[in-house]
């Protein structure tokens, strides 16, 4: 593995984030304890430094200078120390050397300096005797405190608390100190005292013991890094390299229909998360199995459902001019479905010399049932209406056939019409359709409200009605399916009859194909991004009267 491949492994990662998180869990930890340490260790030797200075005090009480402050004097200008003096200074070595302290001095205090009596810092008996020296700092302040107590007043436990000058520097090293009166015959303090502990001991305990700590926390946090990082590699990075390469082969498995197997049995999550990429891994190839087979019906039914959109297409009339040799009328429709195929259907064709059946009509329902129905129901209409049979029989005729068979109970409305091209005389019936909109040569477009009956193939035996209606030379009939009544826009509103009146006005006096553009138009803006909901049939015929001799 080389250097980038290993610092960007999962064990280089998980290693250095422990050691992160080691590292700074051992700093805080010595910094806590070293704090606590600190406490105990300031503490005990404050105890011991006080101890000491209640020892130093006794012994030099009770010796050589139990005596008064003339004799106190008398001693200090004689320069000379005697076998008391040495007894004194001998003890306070002991003390000293068994607390371990800095320093102990006995002095006499005045307004700005102090005048030594005996010191540990003497190389010879008497060496500091009658010495003078300056105050350090706040020391005259607890200097002052040790003076002015007395025998009767003098209370250790408060000594304790009051008598310690823990800010004291002497010849550059740092000390805590004691000041404790030396009392006379009479207890009277006739001079003072000094028990001081160095704090750089402390210090240096403290440094010594982070230090101690924080090496043995390295060496236990090396070890269990050693340990961890071997049993990550065996448990969990081995694992998830086995399942990193099965990922990597899956491609080629599903491919070649061939399930991986991990071999990831470690017992844990990770073997759970390798059974889980197993069944994954399987059940992707059942899937795309299964997609094939689902894909390759669909391209099936989607060839067929073309070729059905083809047949049906096939059966409406396209070819327009429709009859270029007849001058006495102008025609022209469409049909754009919903889906691939739809239920509407148009047809015109002629029944006689003089006779132009118009059809307009819409299957209940949508897709294949739909277009297979209307197929039926055209071929029926056409049939009948081709007997040259009034509307109303053609109608009945074929809503009698159709109820002979009906098993999914799907009704068709339709409007049939026969235009007599000589006359202009239109003889229609509806069979629960939308009503057509006429536009009279002297007129604008307007709904005609016909007479209605019920839906073919919805009851058996039902009568219909037709009625007639006069067309006048250049006279226009808009025939169309809900389709364009109830074309719904994004926000649920229907284009309505009233849309489509005034589109159709708007071309009015233009040819049905210039009128059925207008209204297709119209209903596209209004729809806009909205999917088409119905399938969208209209045809428009303009009556041009029989042509003179």
């Known amino acids: 593995m080389d250097q980038t491949k290993f610092t960007s492994s999962l064990a280089f990662k998980t290693m250095l984030r422990l050691l992160i998180v080691v590292m700074i869990v051992s700093v805080i930890a010595a910094a806590v304890i070293g704090i606590v340490t600190y406490n105990d260790l300031a503490t005990q030797a404050r105890d011991n430094t006080y101890e000491a200075a209640l020892e130093g005090t006794a012994v030099a009480s009770s010796g050589m200078l139990k005596t008064d402050q003339e004799g106190i004097d008398r001693y200090i200008s004689s320069g000379k120390p005697d076998e008391n003096y040495e007894r004194i200074m001998l003890n306070l070595l002991l003390i000293t050397n068994n607390f371990e302290l800095q320093g102990c001095d006995i002095f006499v205090p005045h307004d700005d300096h102090i005048t030594y009596l005996m010191s540990t810092d003497d190389q010879t008996a008497g060496e500091s005797l009658n010495k003078e020296a300056a105050y350090y700092g706040e020391e005259k302040a607890y200097v002052s405190k040790a003076m002015n107590v007395s025998e009767d007043e003098f209370d250790p436990d408060r000594s304790k608390k009051d008598n310690i000058y823990t800010d004291n520097s002497k010849n550059g090293v740092k000390l805590m100190t004691y000041y404790m009166p030396v009392l006379d015959k009479d207890g009277k303090a006739v001079a003072v005292l000094a028990a001081s502990y160095s704090t750089d001991k402390v210090y240096k305990t403290i440094l010594k013991y982070i230090f101690g700590l924080l090496g043995v926390t390295l060496a236990v946090m090396l070890v269990s890094m050693t340990i961890f ?17 099965s990922v990597r082969t899956m491609q080629e498995s599903v491919k070649n229909r061939q399930p991986v197997i991990t071999d990831v049995r470690t017992g844990d999550e990770i073997e759970e998360l390798a059974v889980s990429f197993e069944h994954m891994n ?62 509407d259907f148009y047809d015109f064709f002629m ?22 129905f209307m197929m039926q129901s055209k071929i029926i209409l056409k049939n009948y209406a081709l007997m040259d049979l009034s509307p109303k029989a053609v109608l009945e005729e074929v809503n009698r056939q159709i109820c002979e068979s009906n098993p999914q109970g799907m009704f068709v409305t339709i409007w049939l019409g026969v235009l007599d091209l000589k006359t202009g005389v239109l003889t229609a019936a509806n069979a629960g359709h939308e ?115």
């Not at 990082?229 to 390469?245: A, G, N």
């Not at 070729?307 to 025609?331: H, N, S």
């Not at 005609?448 to 035996?461: E, L, N, P, Q």
């Open 229 to 245: 990082y071997f049993s990550i590699r065996k448990h969990i990075i081995r694992p998830v390299s086995k399942l990193t390469q």
């Open 282 to 343: 399987s059940d992707l190839i059942g899937y795309i199995d299964e997609n094939t087979r689902i894909t390759a019906e669909k391209e099936r039914i989607d060839t067929e459902l073309s070729l059905a959109t083809d047949i049906q297409a096939g059966m409406l009339p396209d070819k327009f001019p429709a009859f270029p040799e007849r001058k006495e009328f102008d025609i022209y429709a469409s049909m754009k479905p919903a889906k691939e195929v739809g239920g």
């Open 351 to 372: 029944i006689d010399e003089n006779k132009l059946g118009l059809v307009m009509a819409d299957v209940s329902g949508k897709g294949v049932p739909a277009a297979l």
């Open 435 to 549: 009503k057509p909109a006429l536009k009279q040569a002297d007129g604008s477009f307007e709904l005609f409200k016909d007479k209605h009956g019920i839906m073919v193939g919805y009851m058996d035996g039902v009568p219909f009605k037709e009625y007639e209606l006069k067309l006048s030379k250049g006279a226009k009939l808009f025939l169309y399916t809900d389709g364009v009544a109830e074309a719904t826009d994004a926000n649920e509103q229907l284009f309505g009859t009233d849309r489509m009146i005034d589109a159709l006005r708007t071309a009015e006096d233009k040819t049905p194909k210039e009128i059925l553009e207008a209204v297709d138009e119209a209903v596209n803006e209004f729809v806009g991004s909205a999917p088409q909901f119905d399938d969208l049939t209209m045809l428009c015929i303009e009556y041009k009267g029989k042509p003179e001799e």
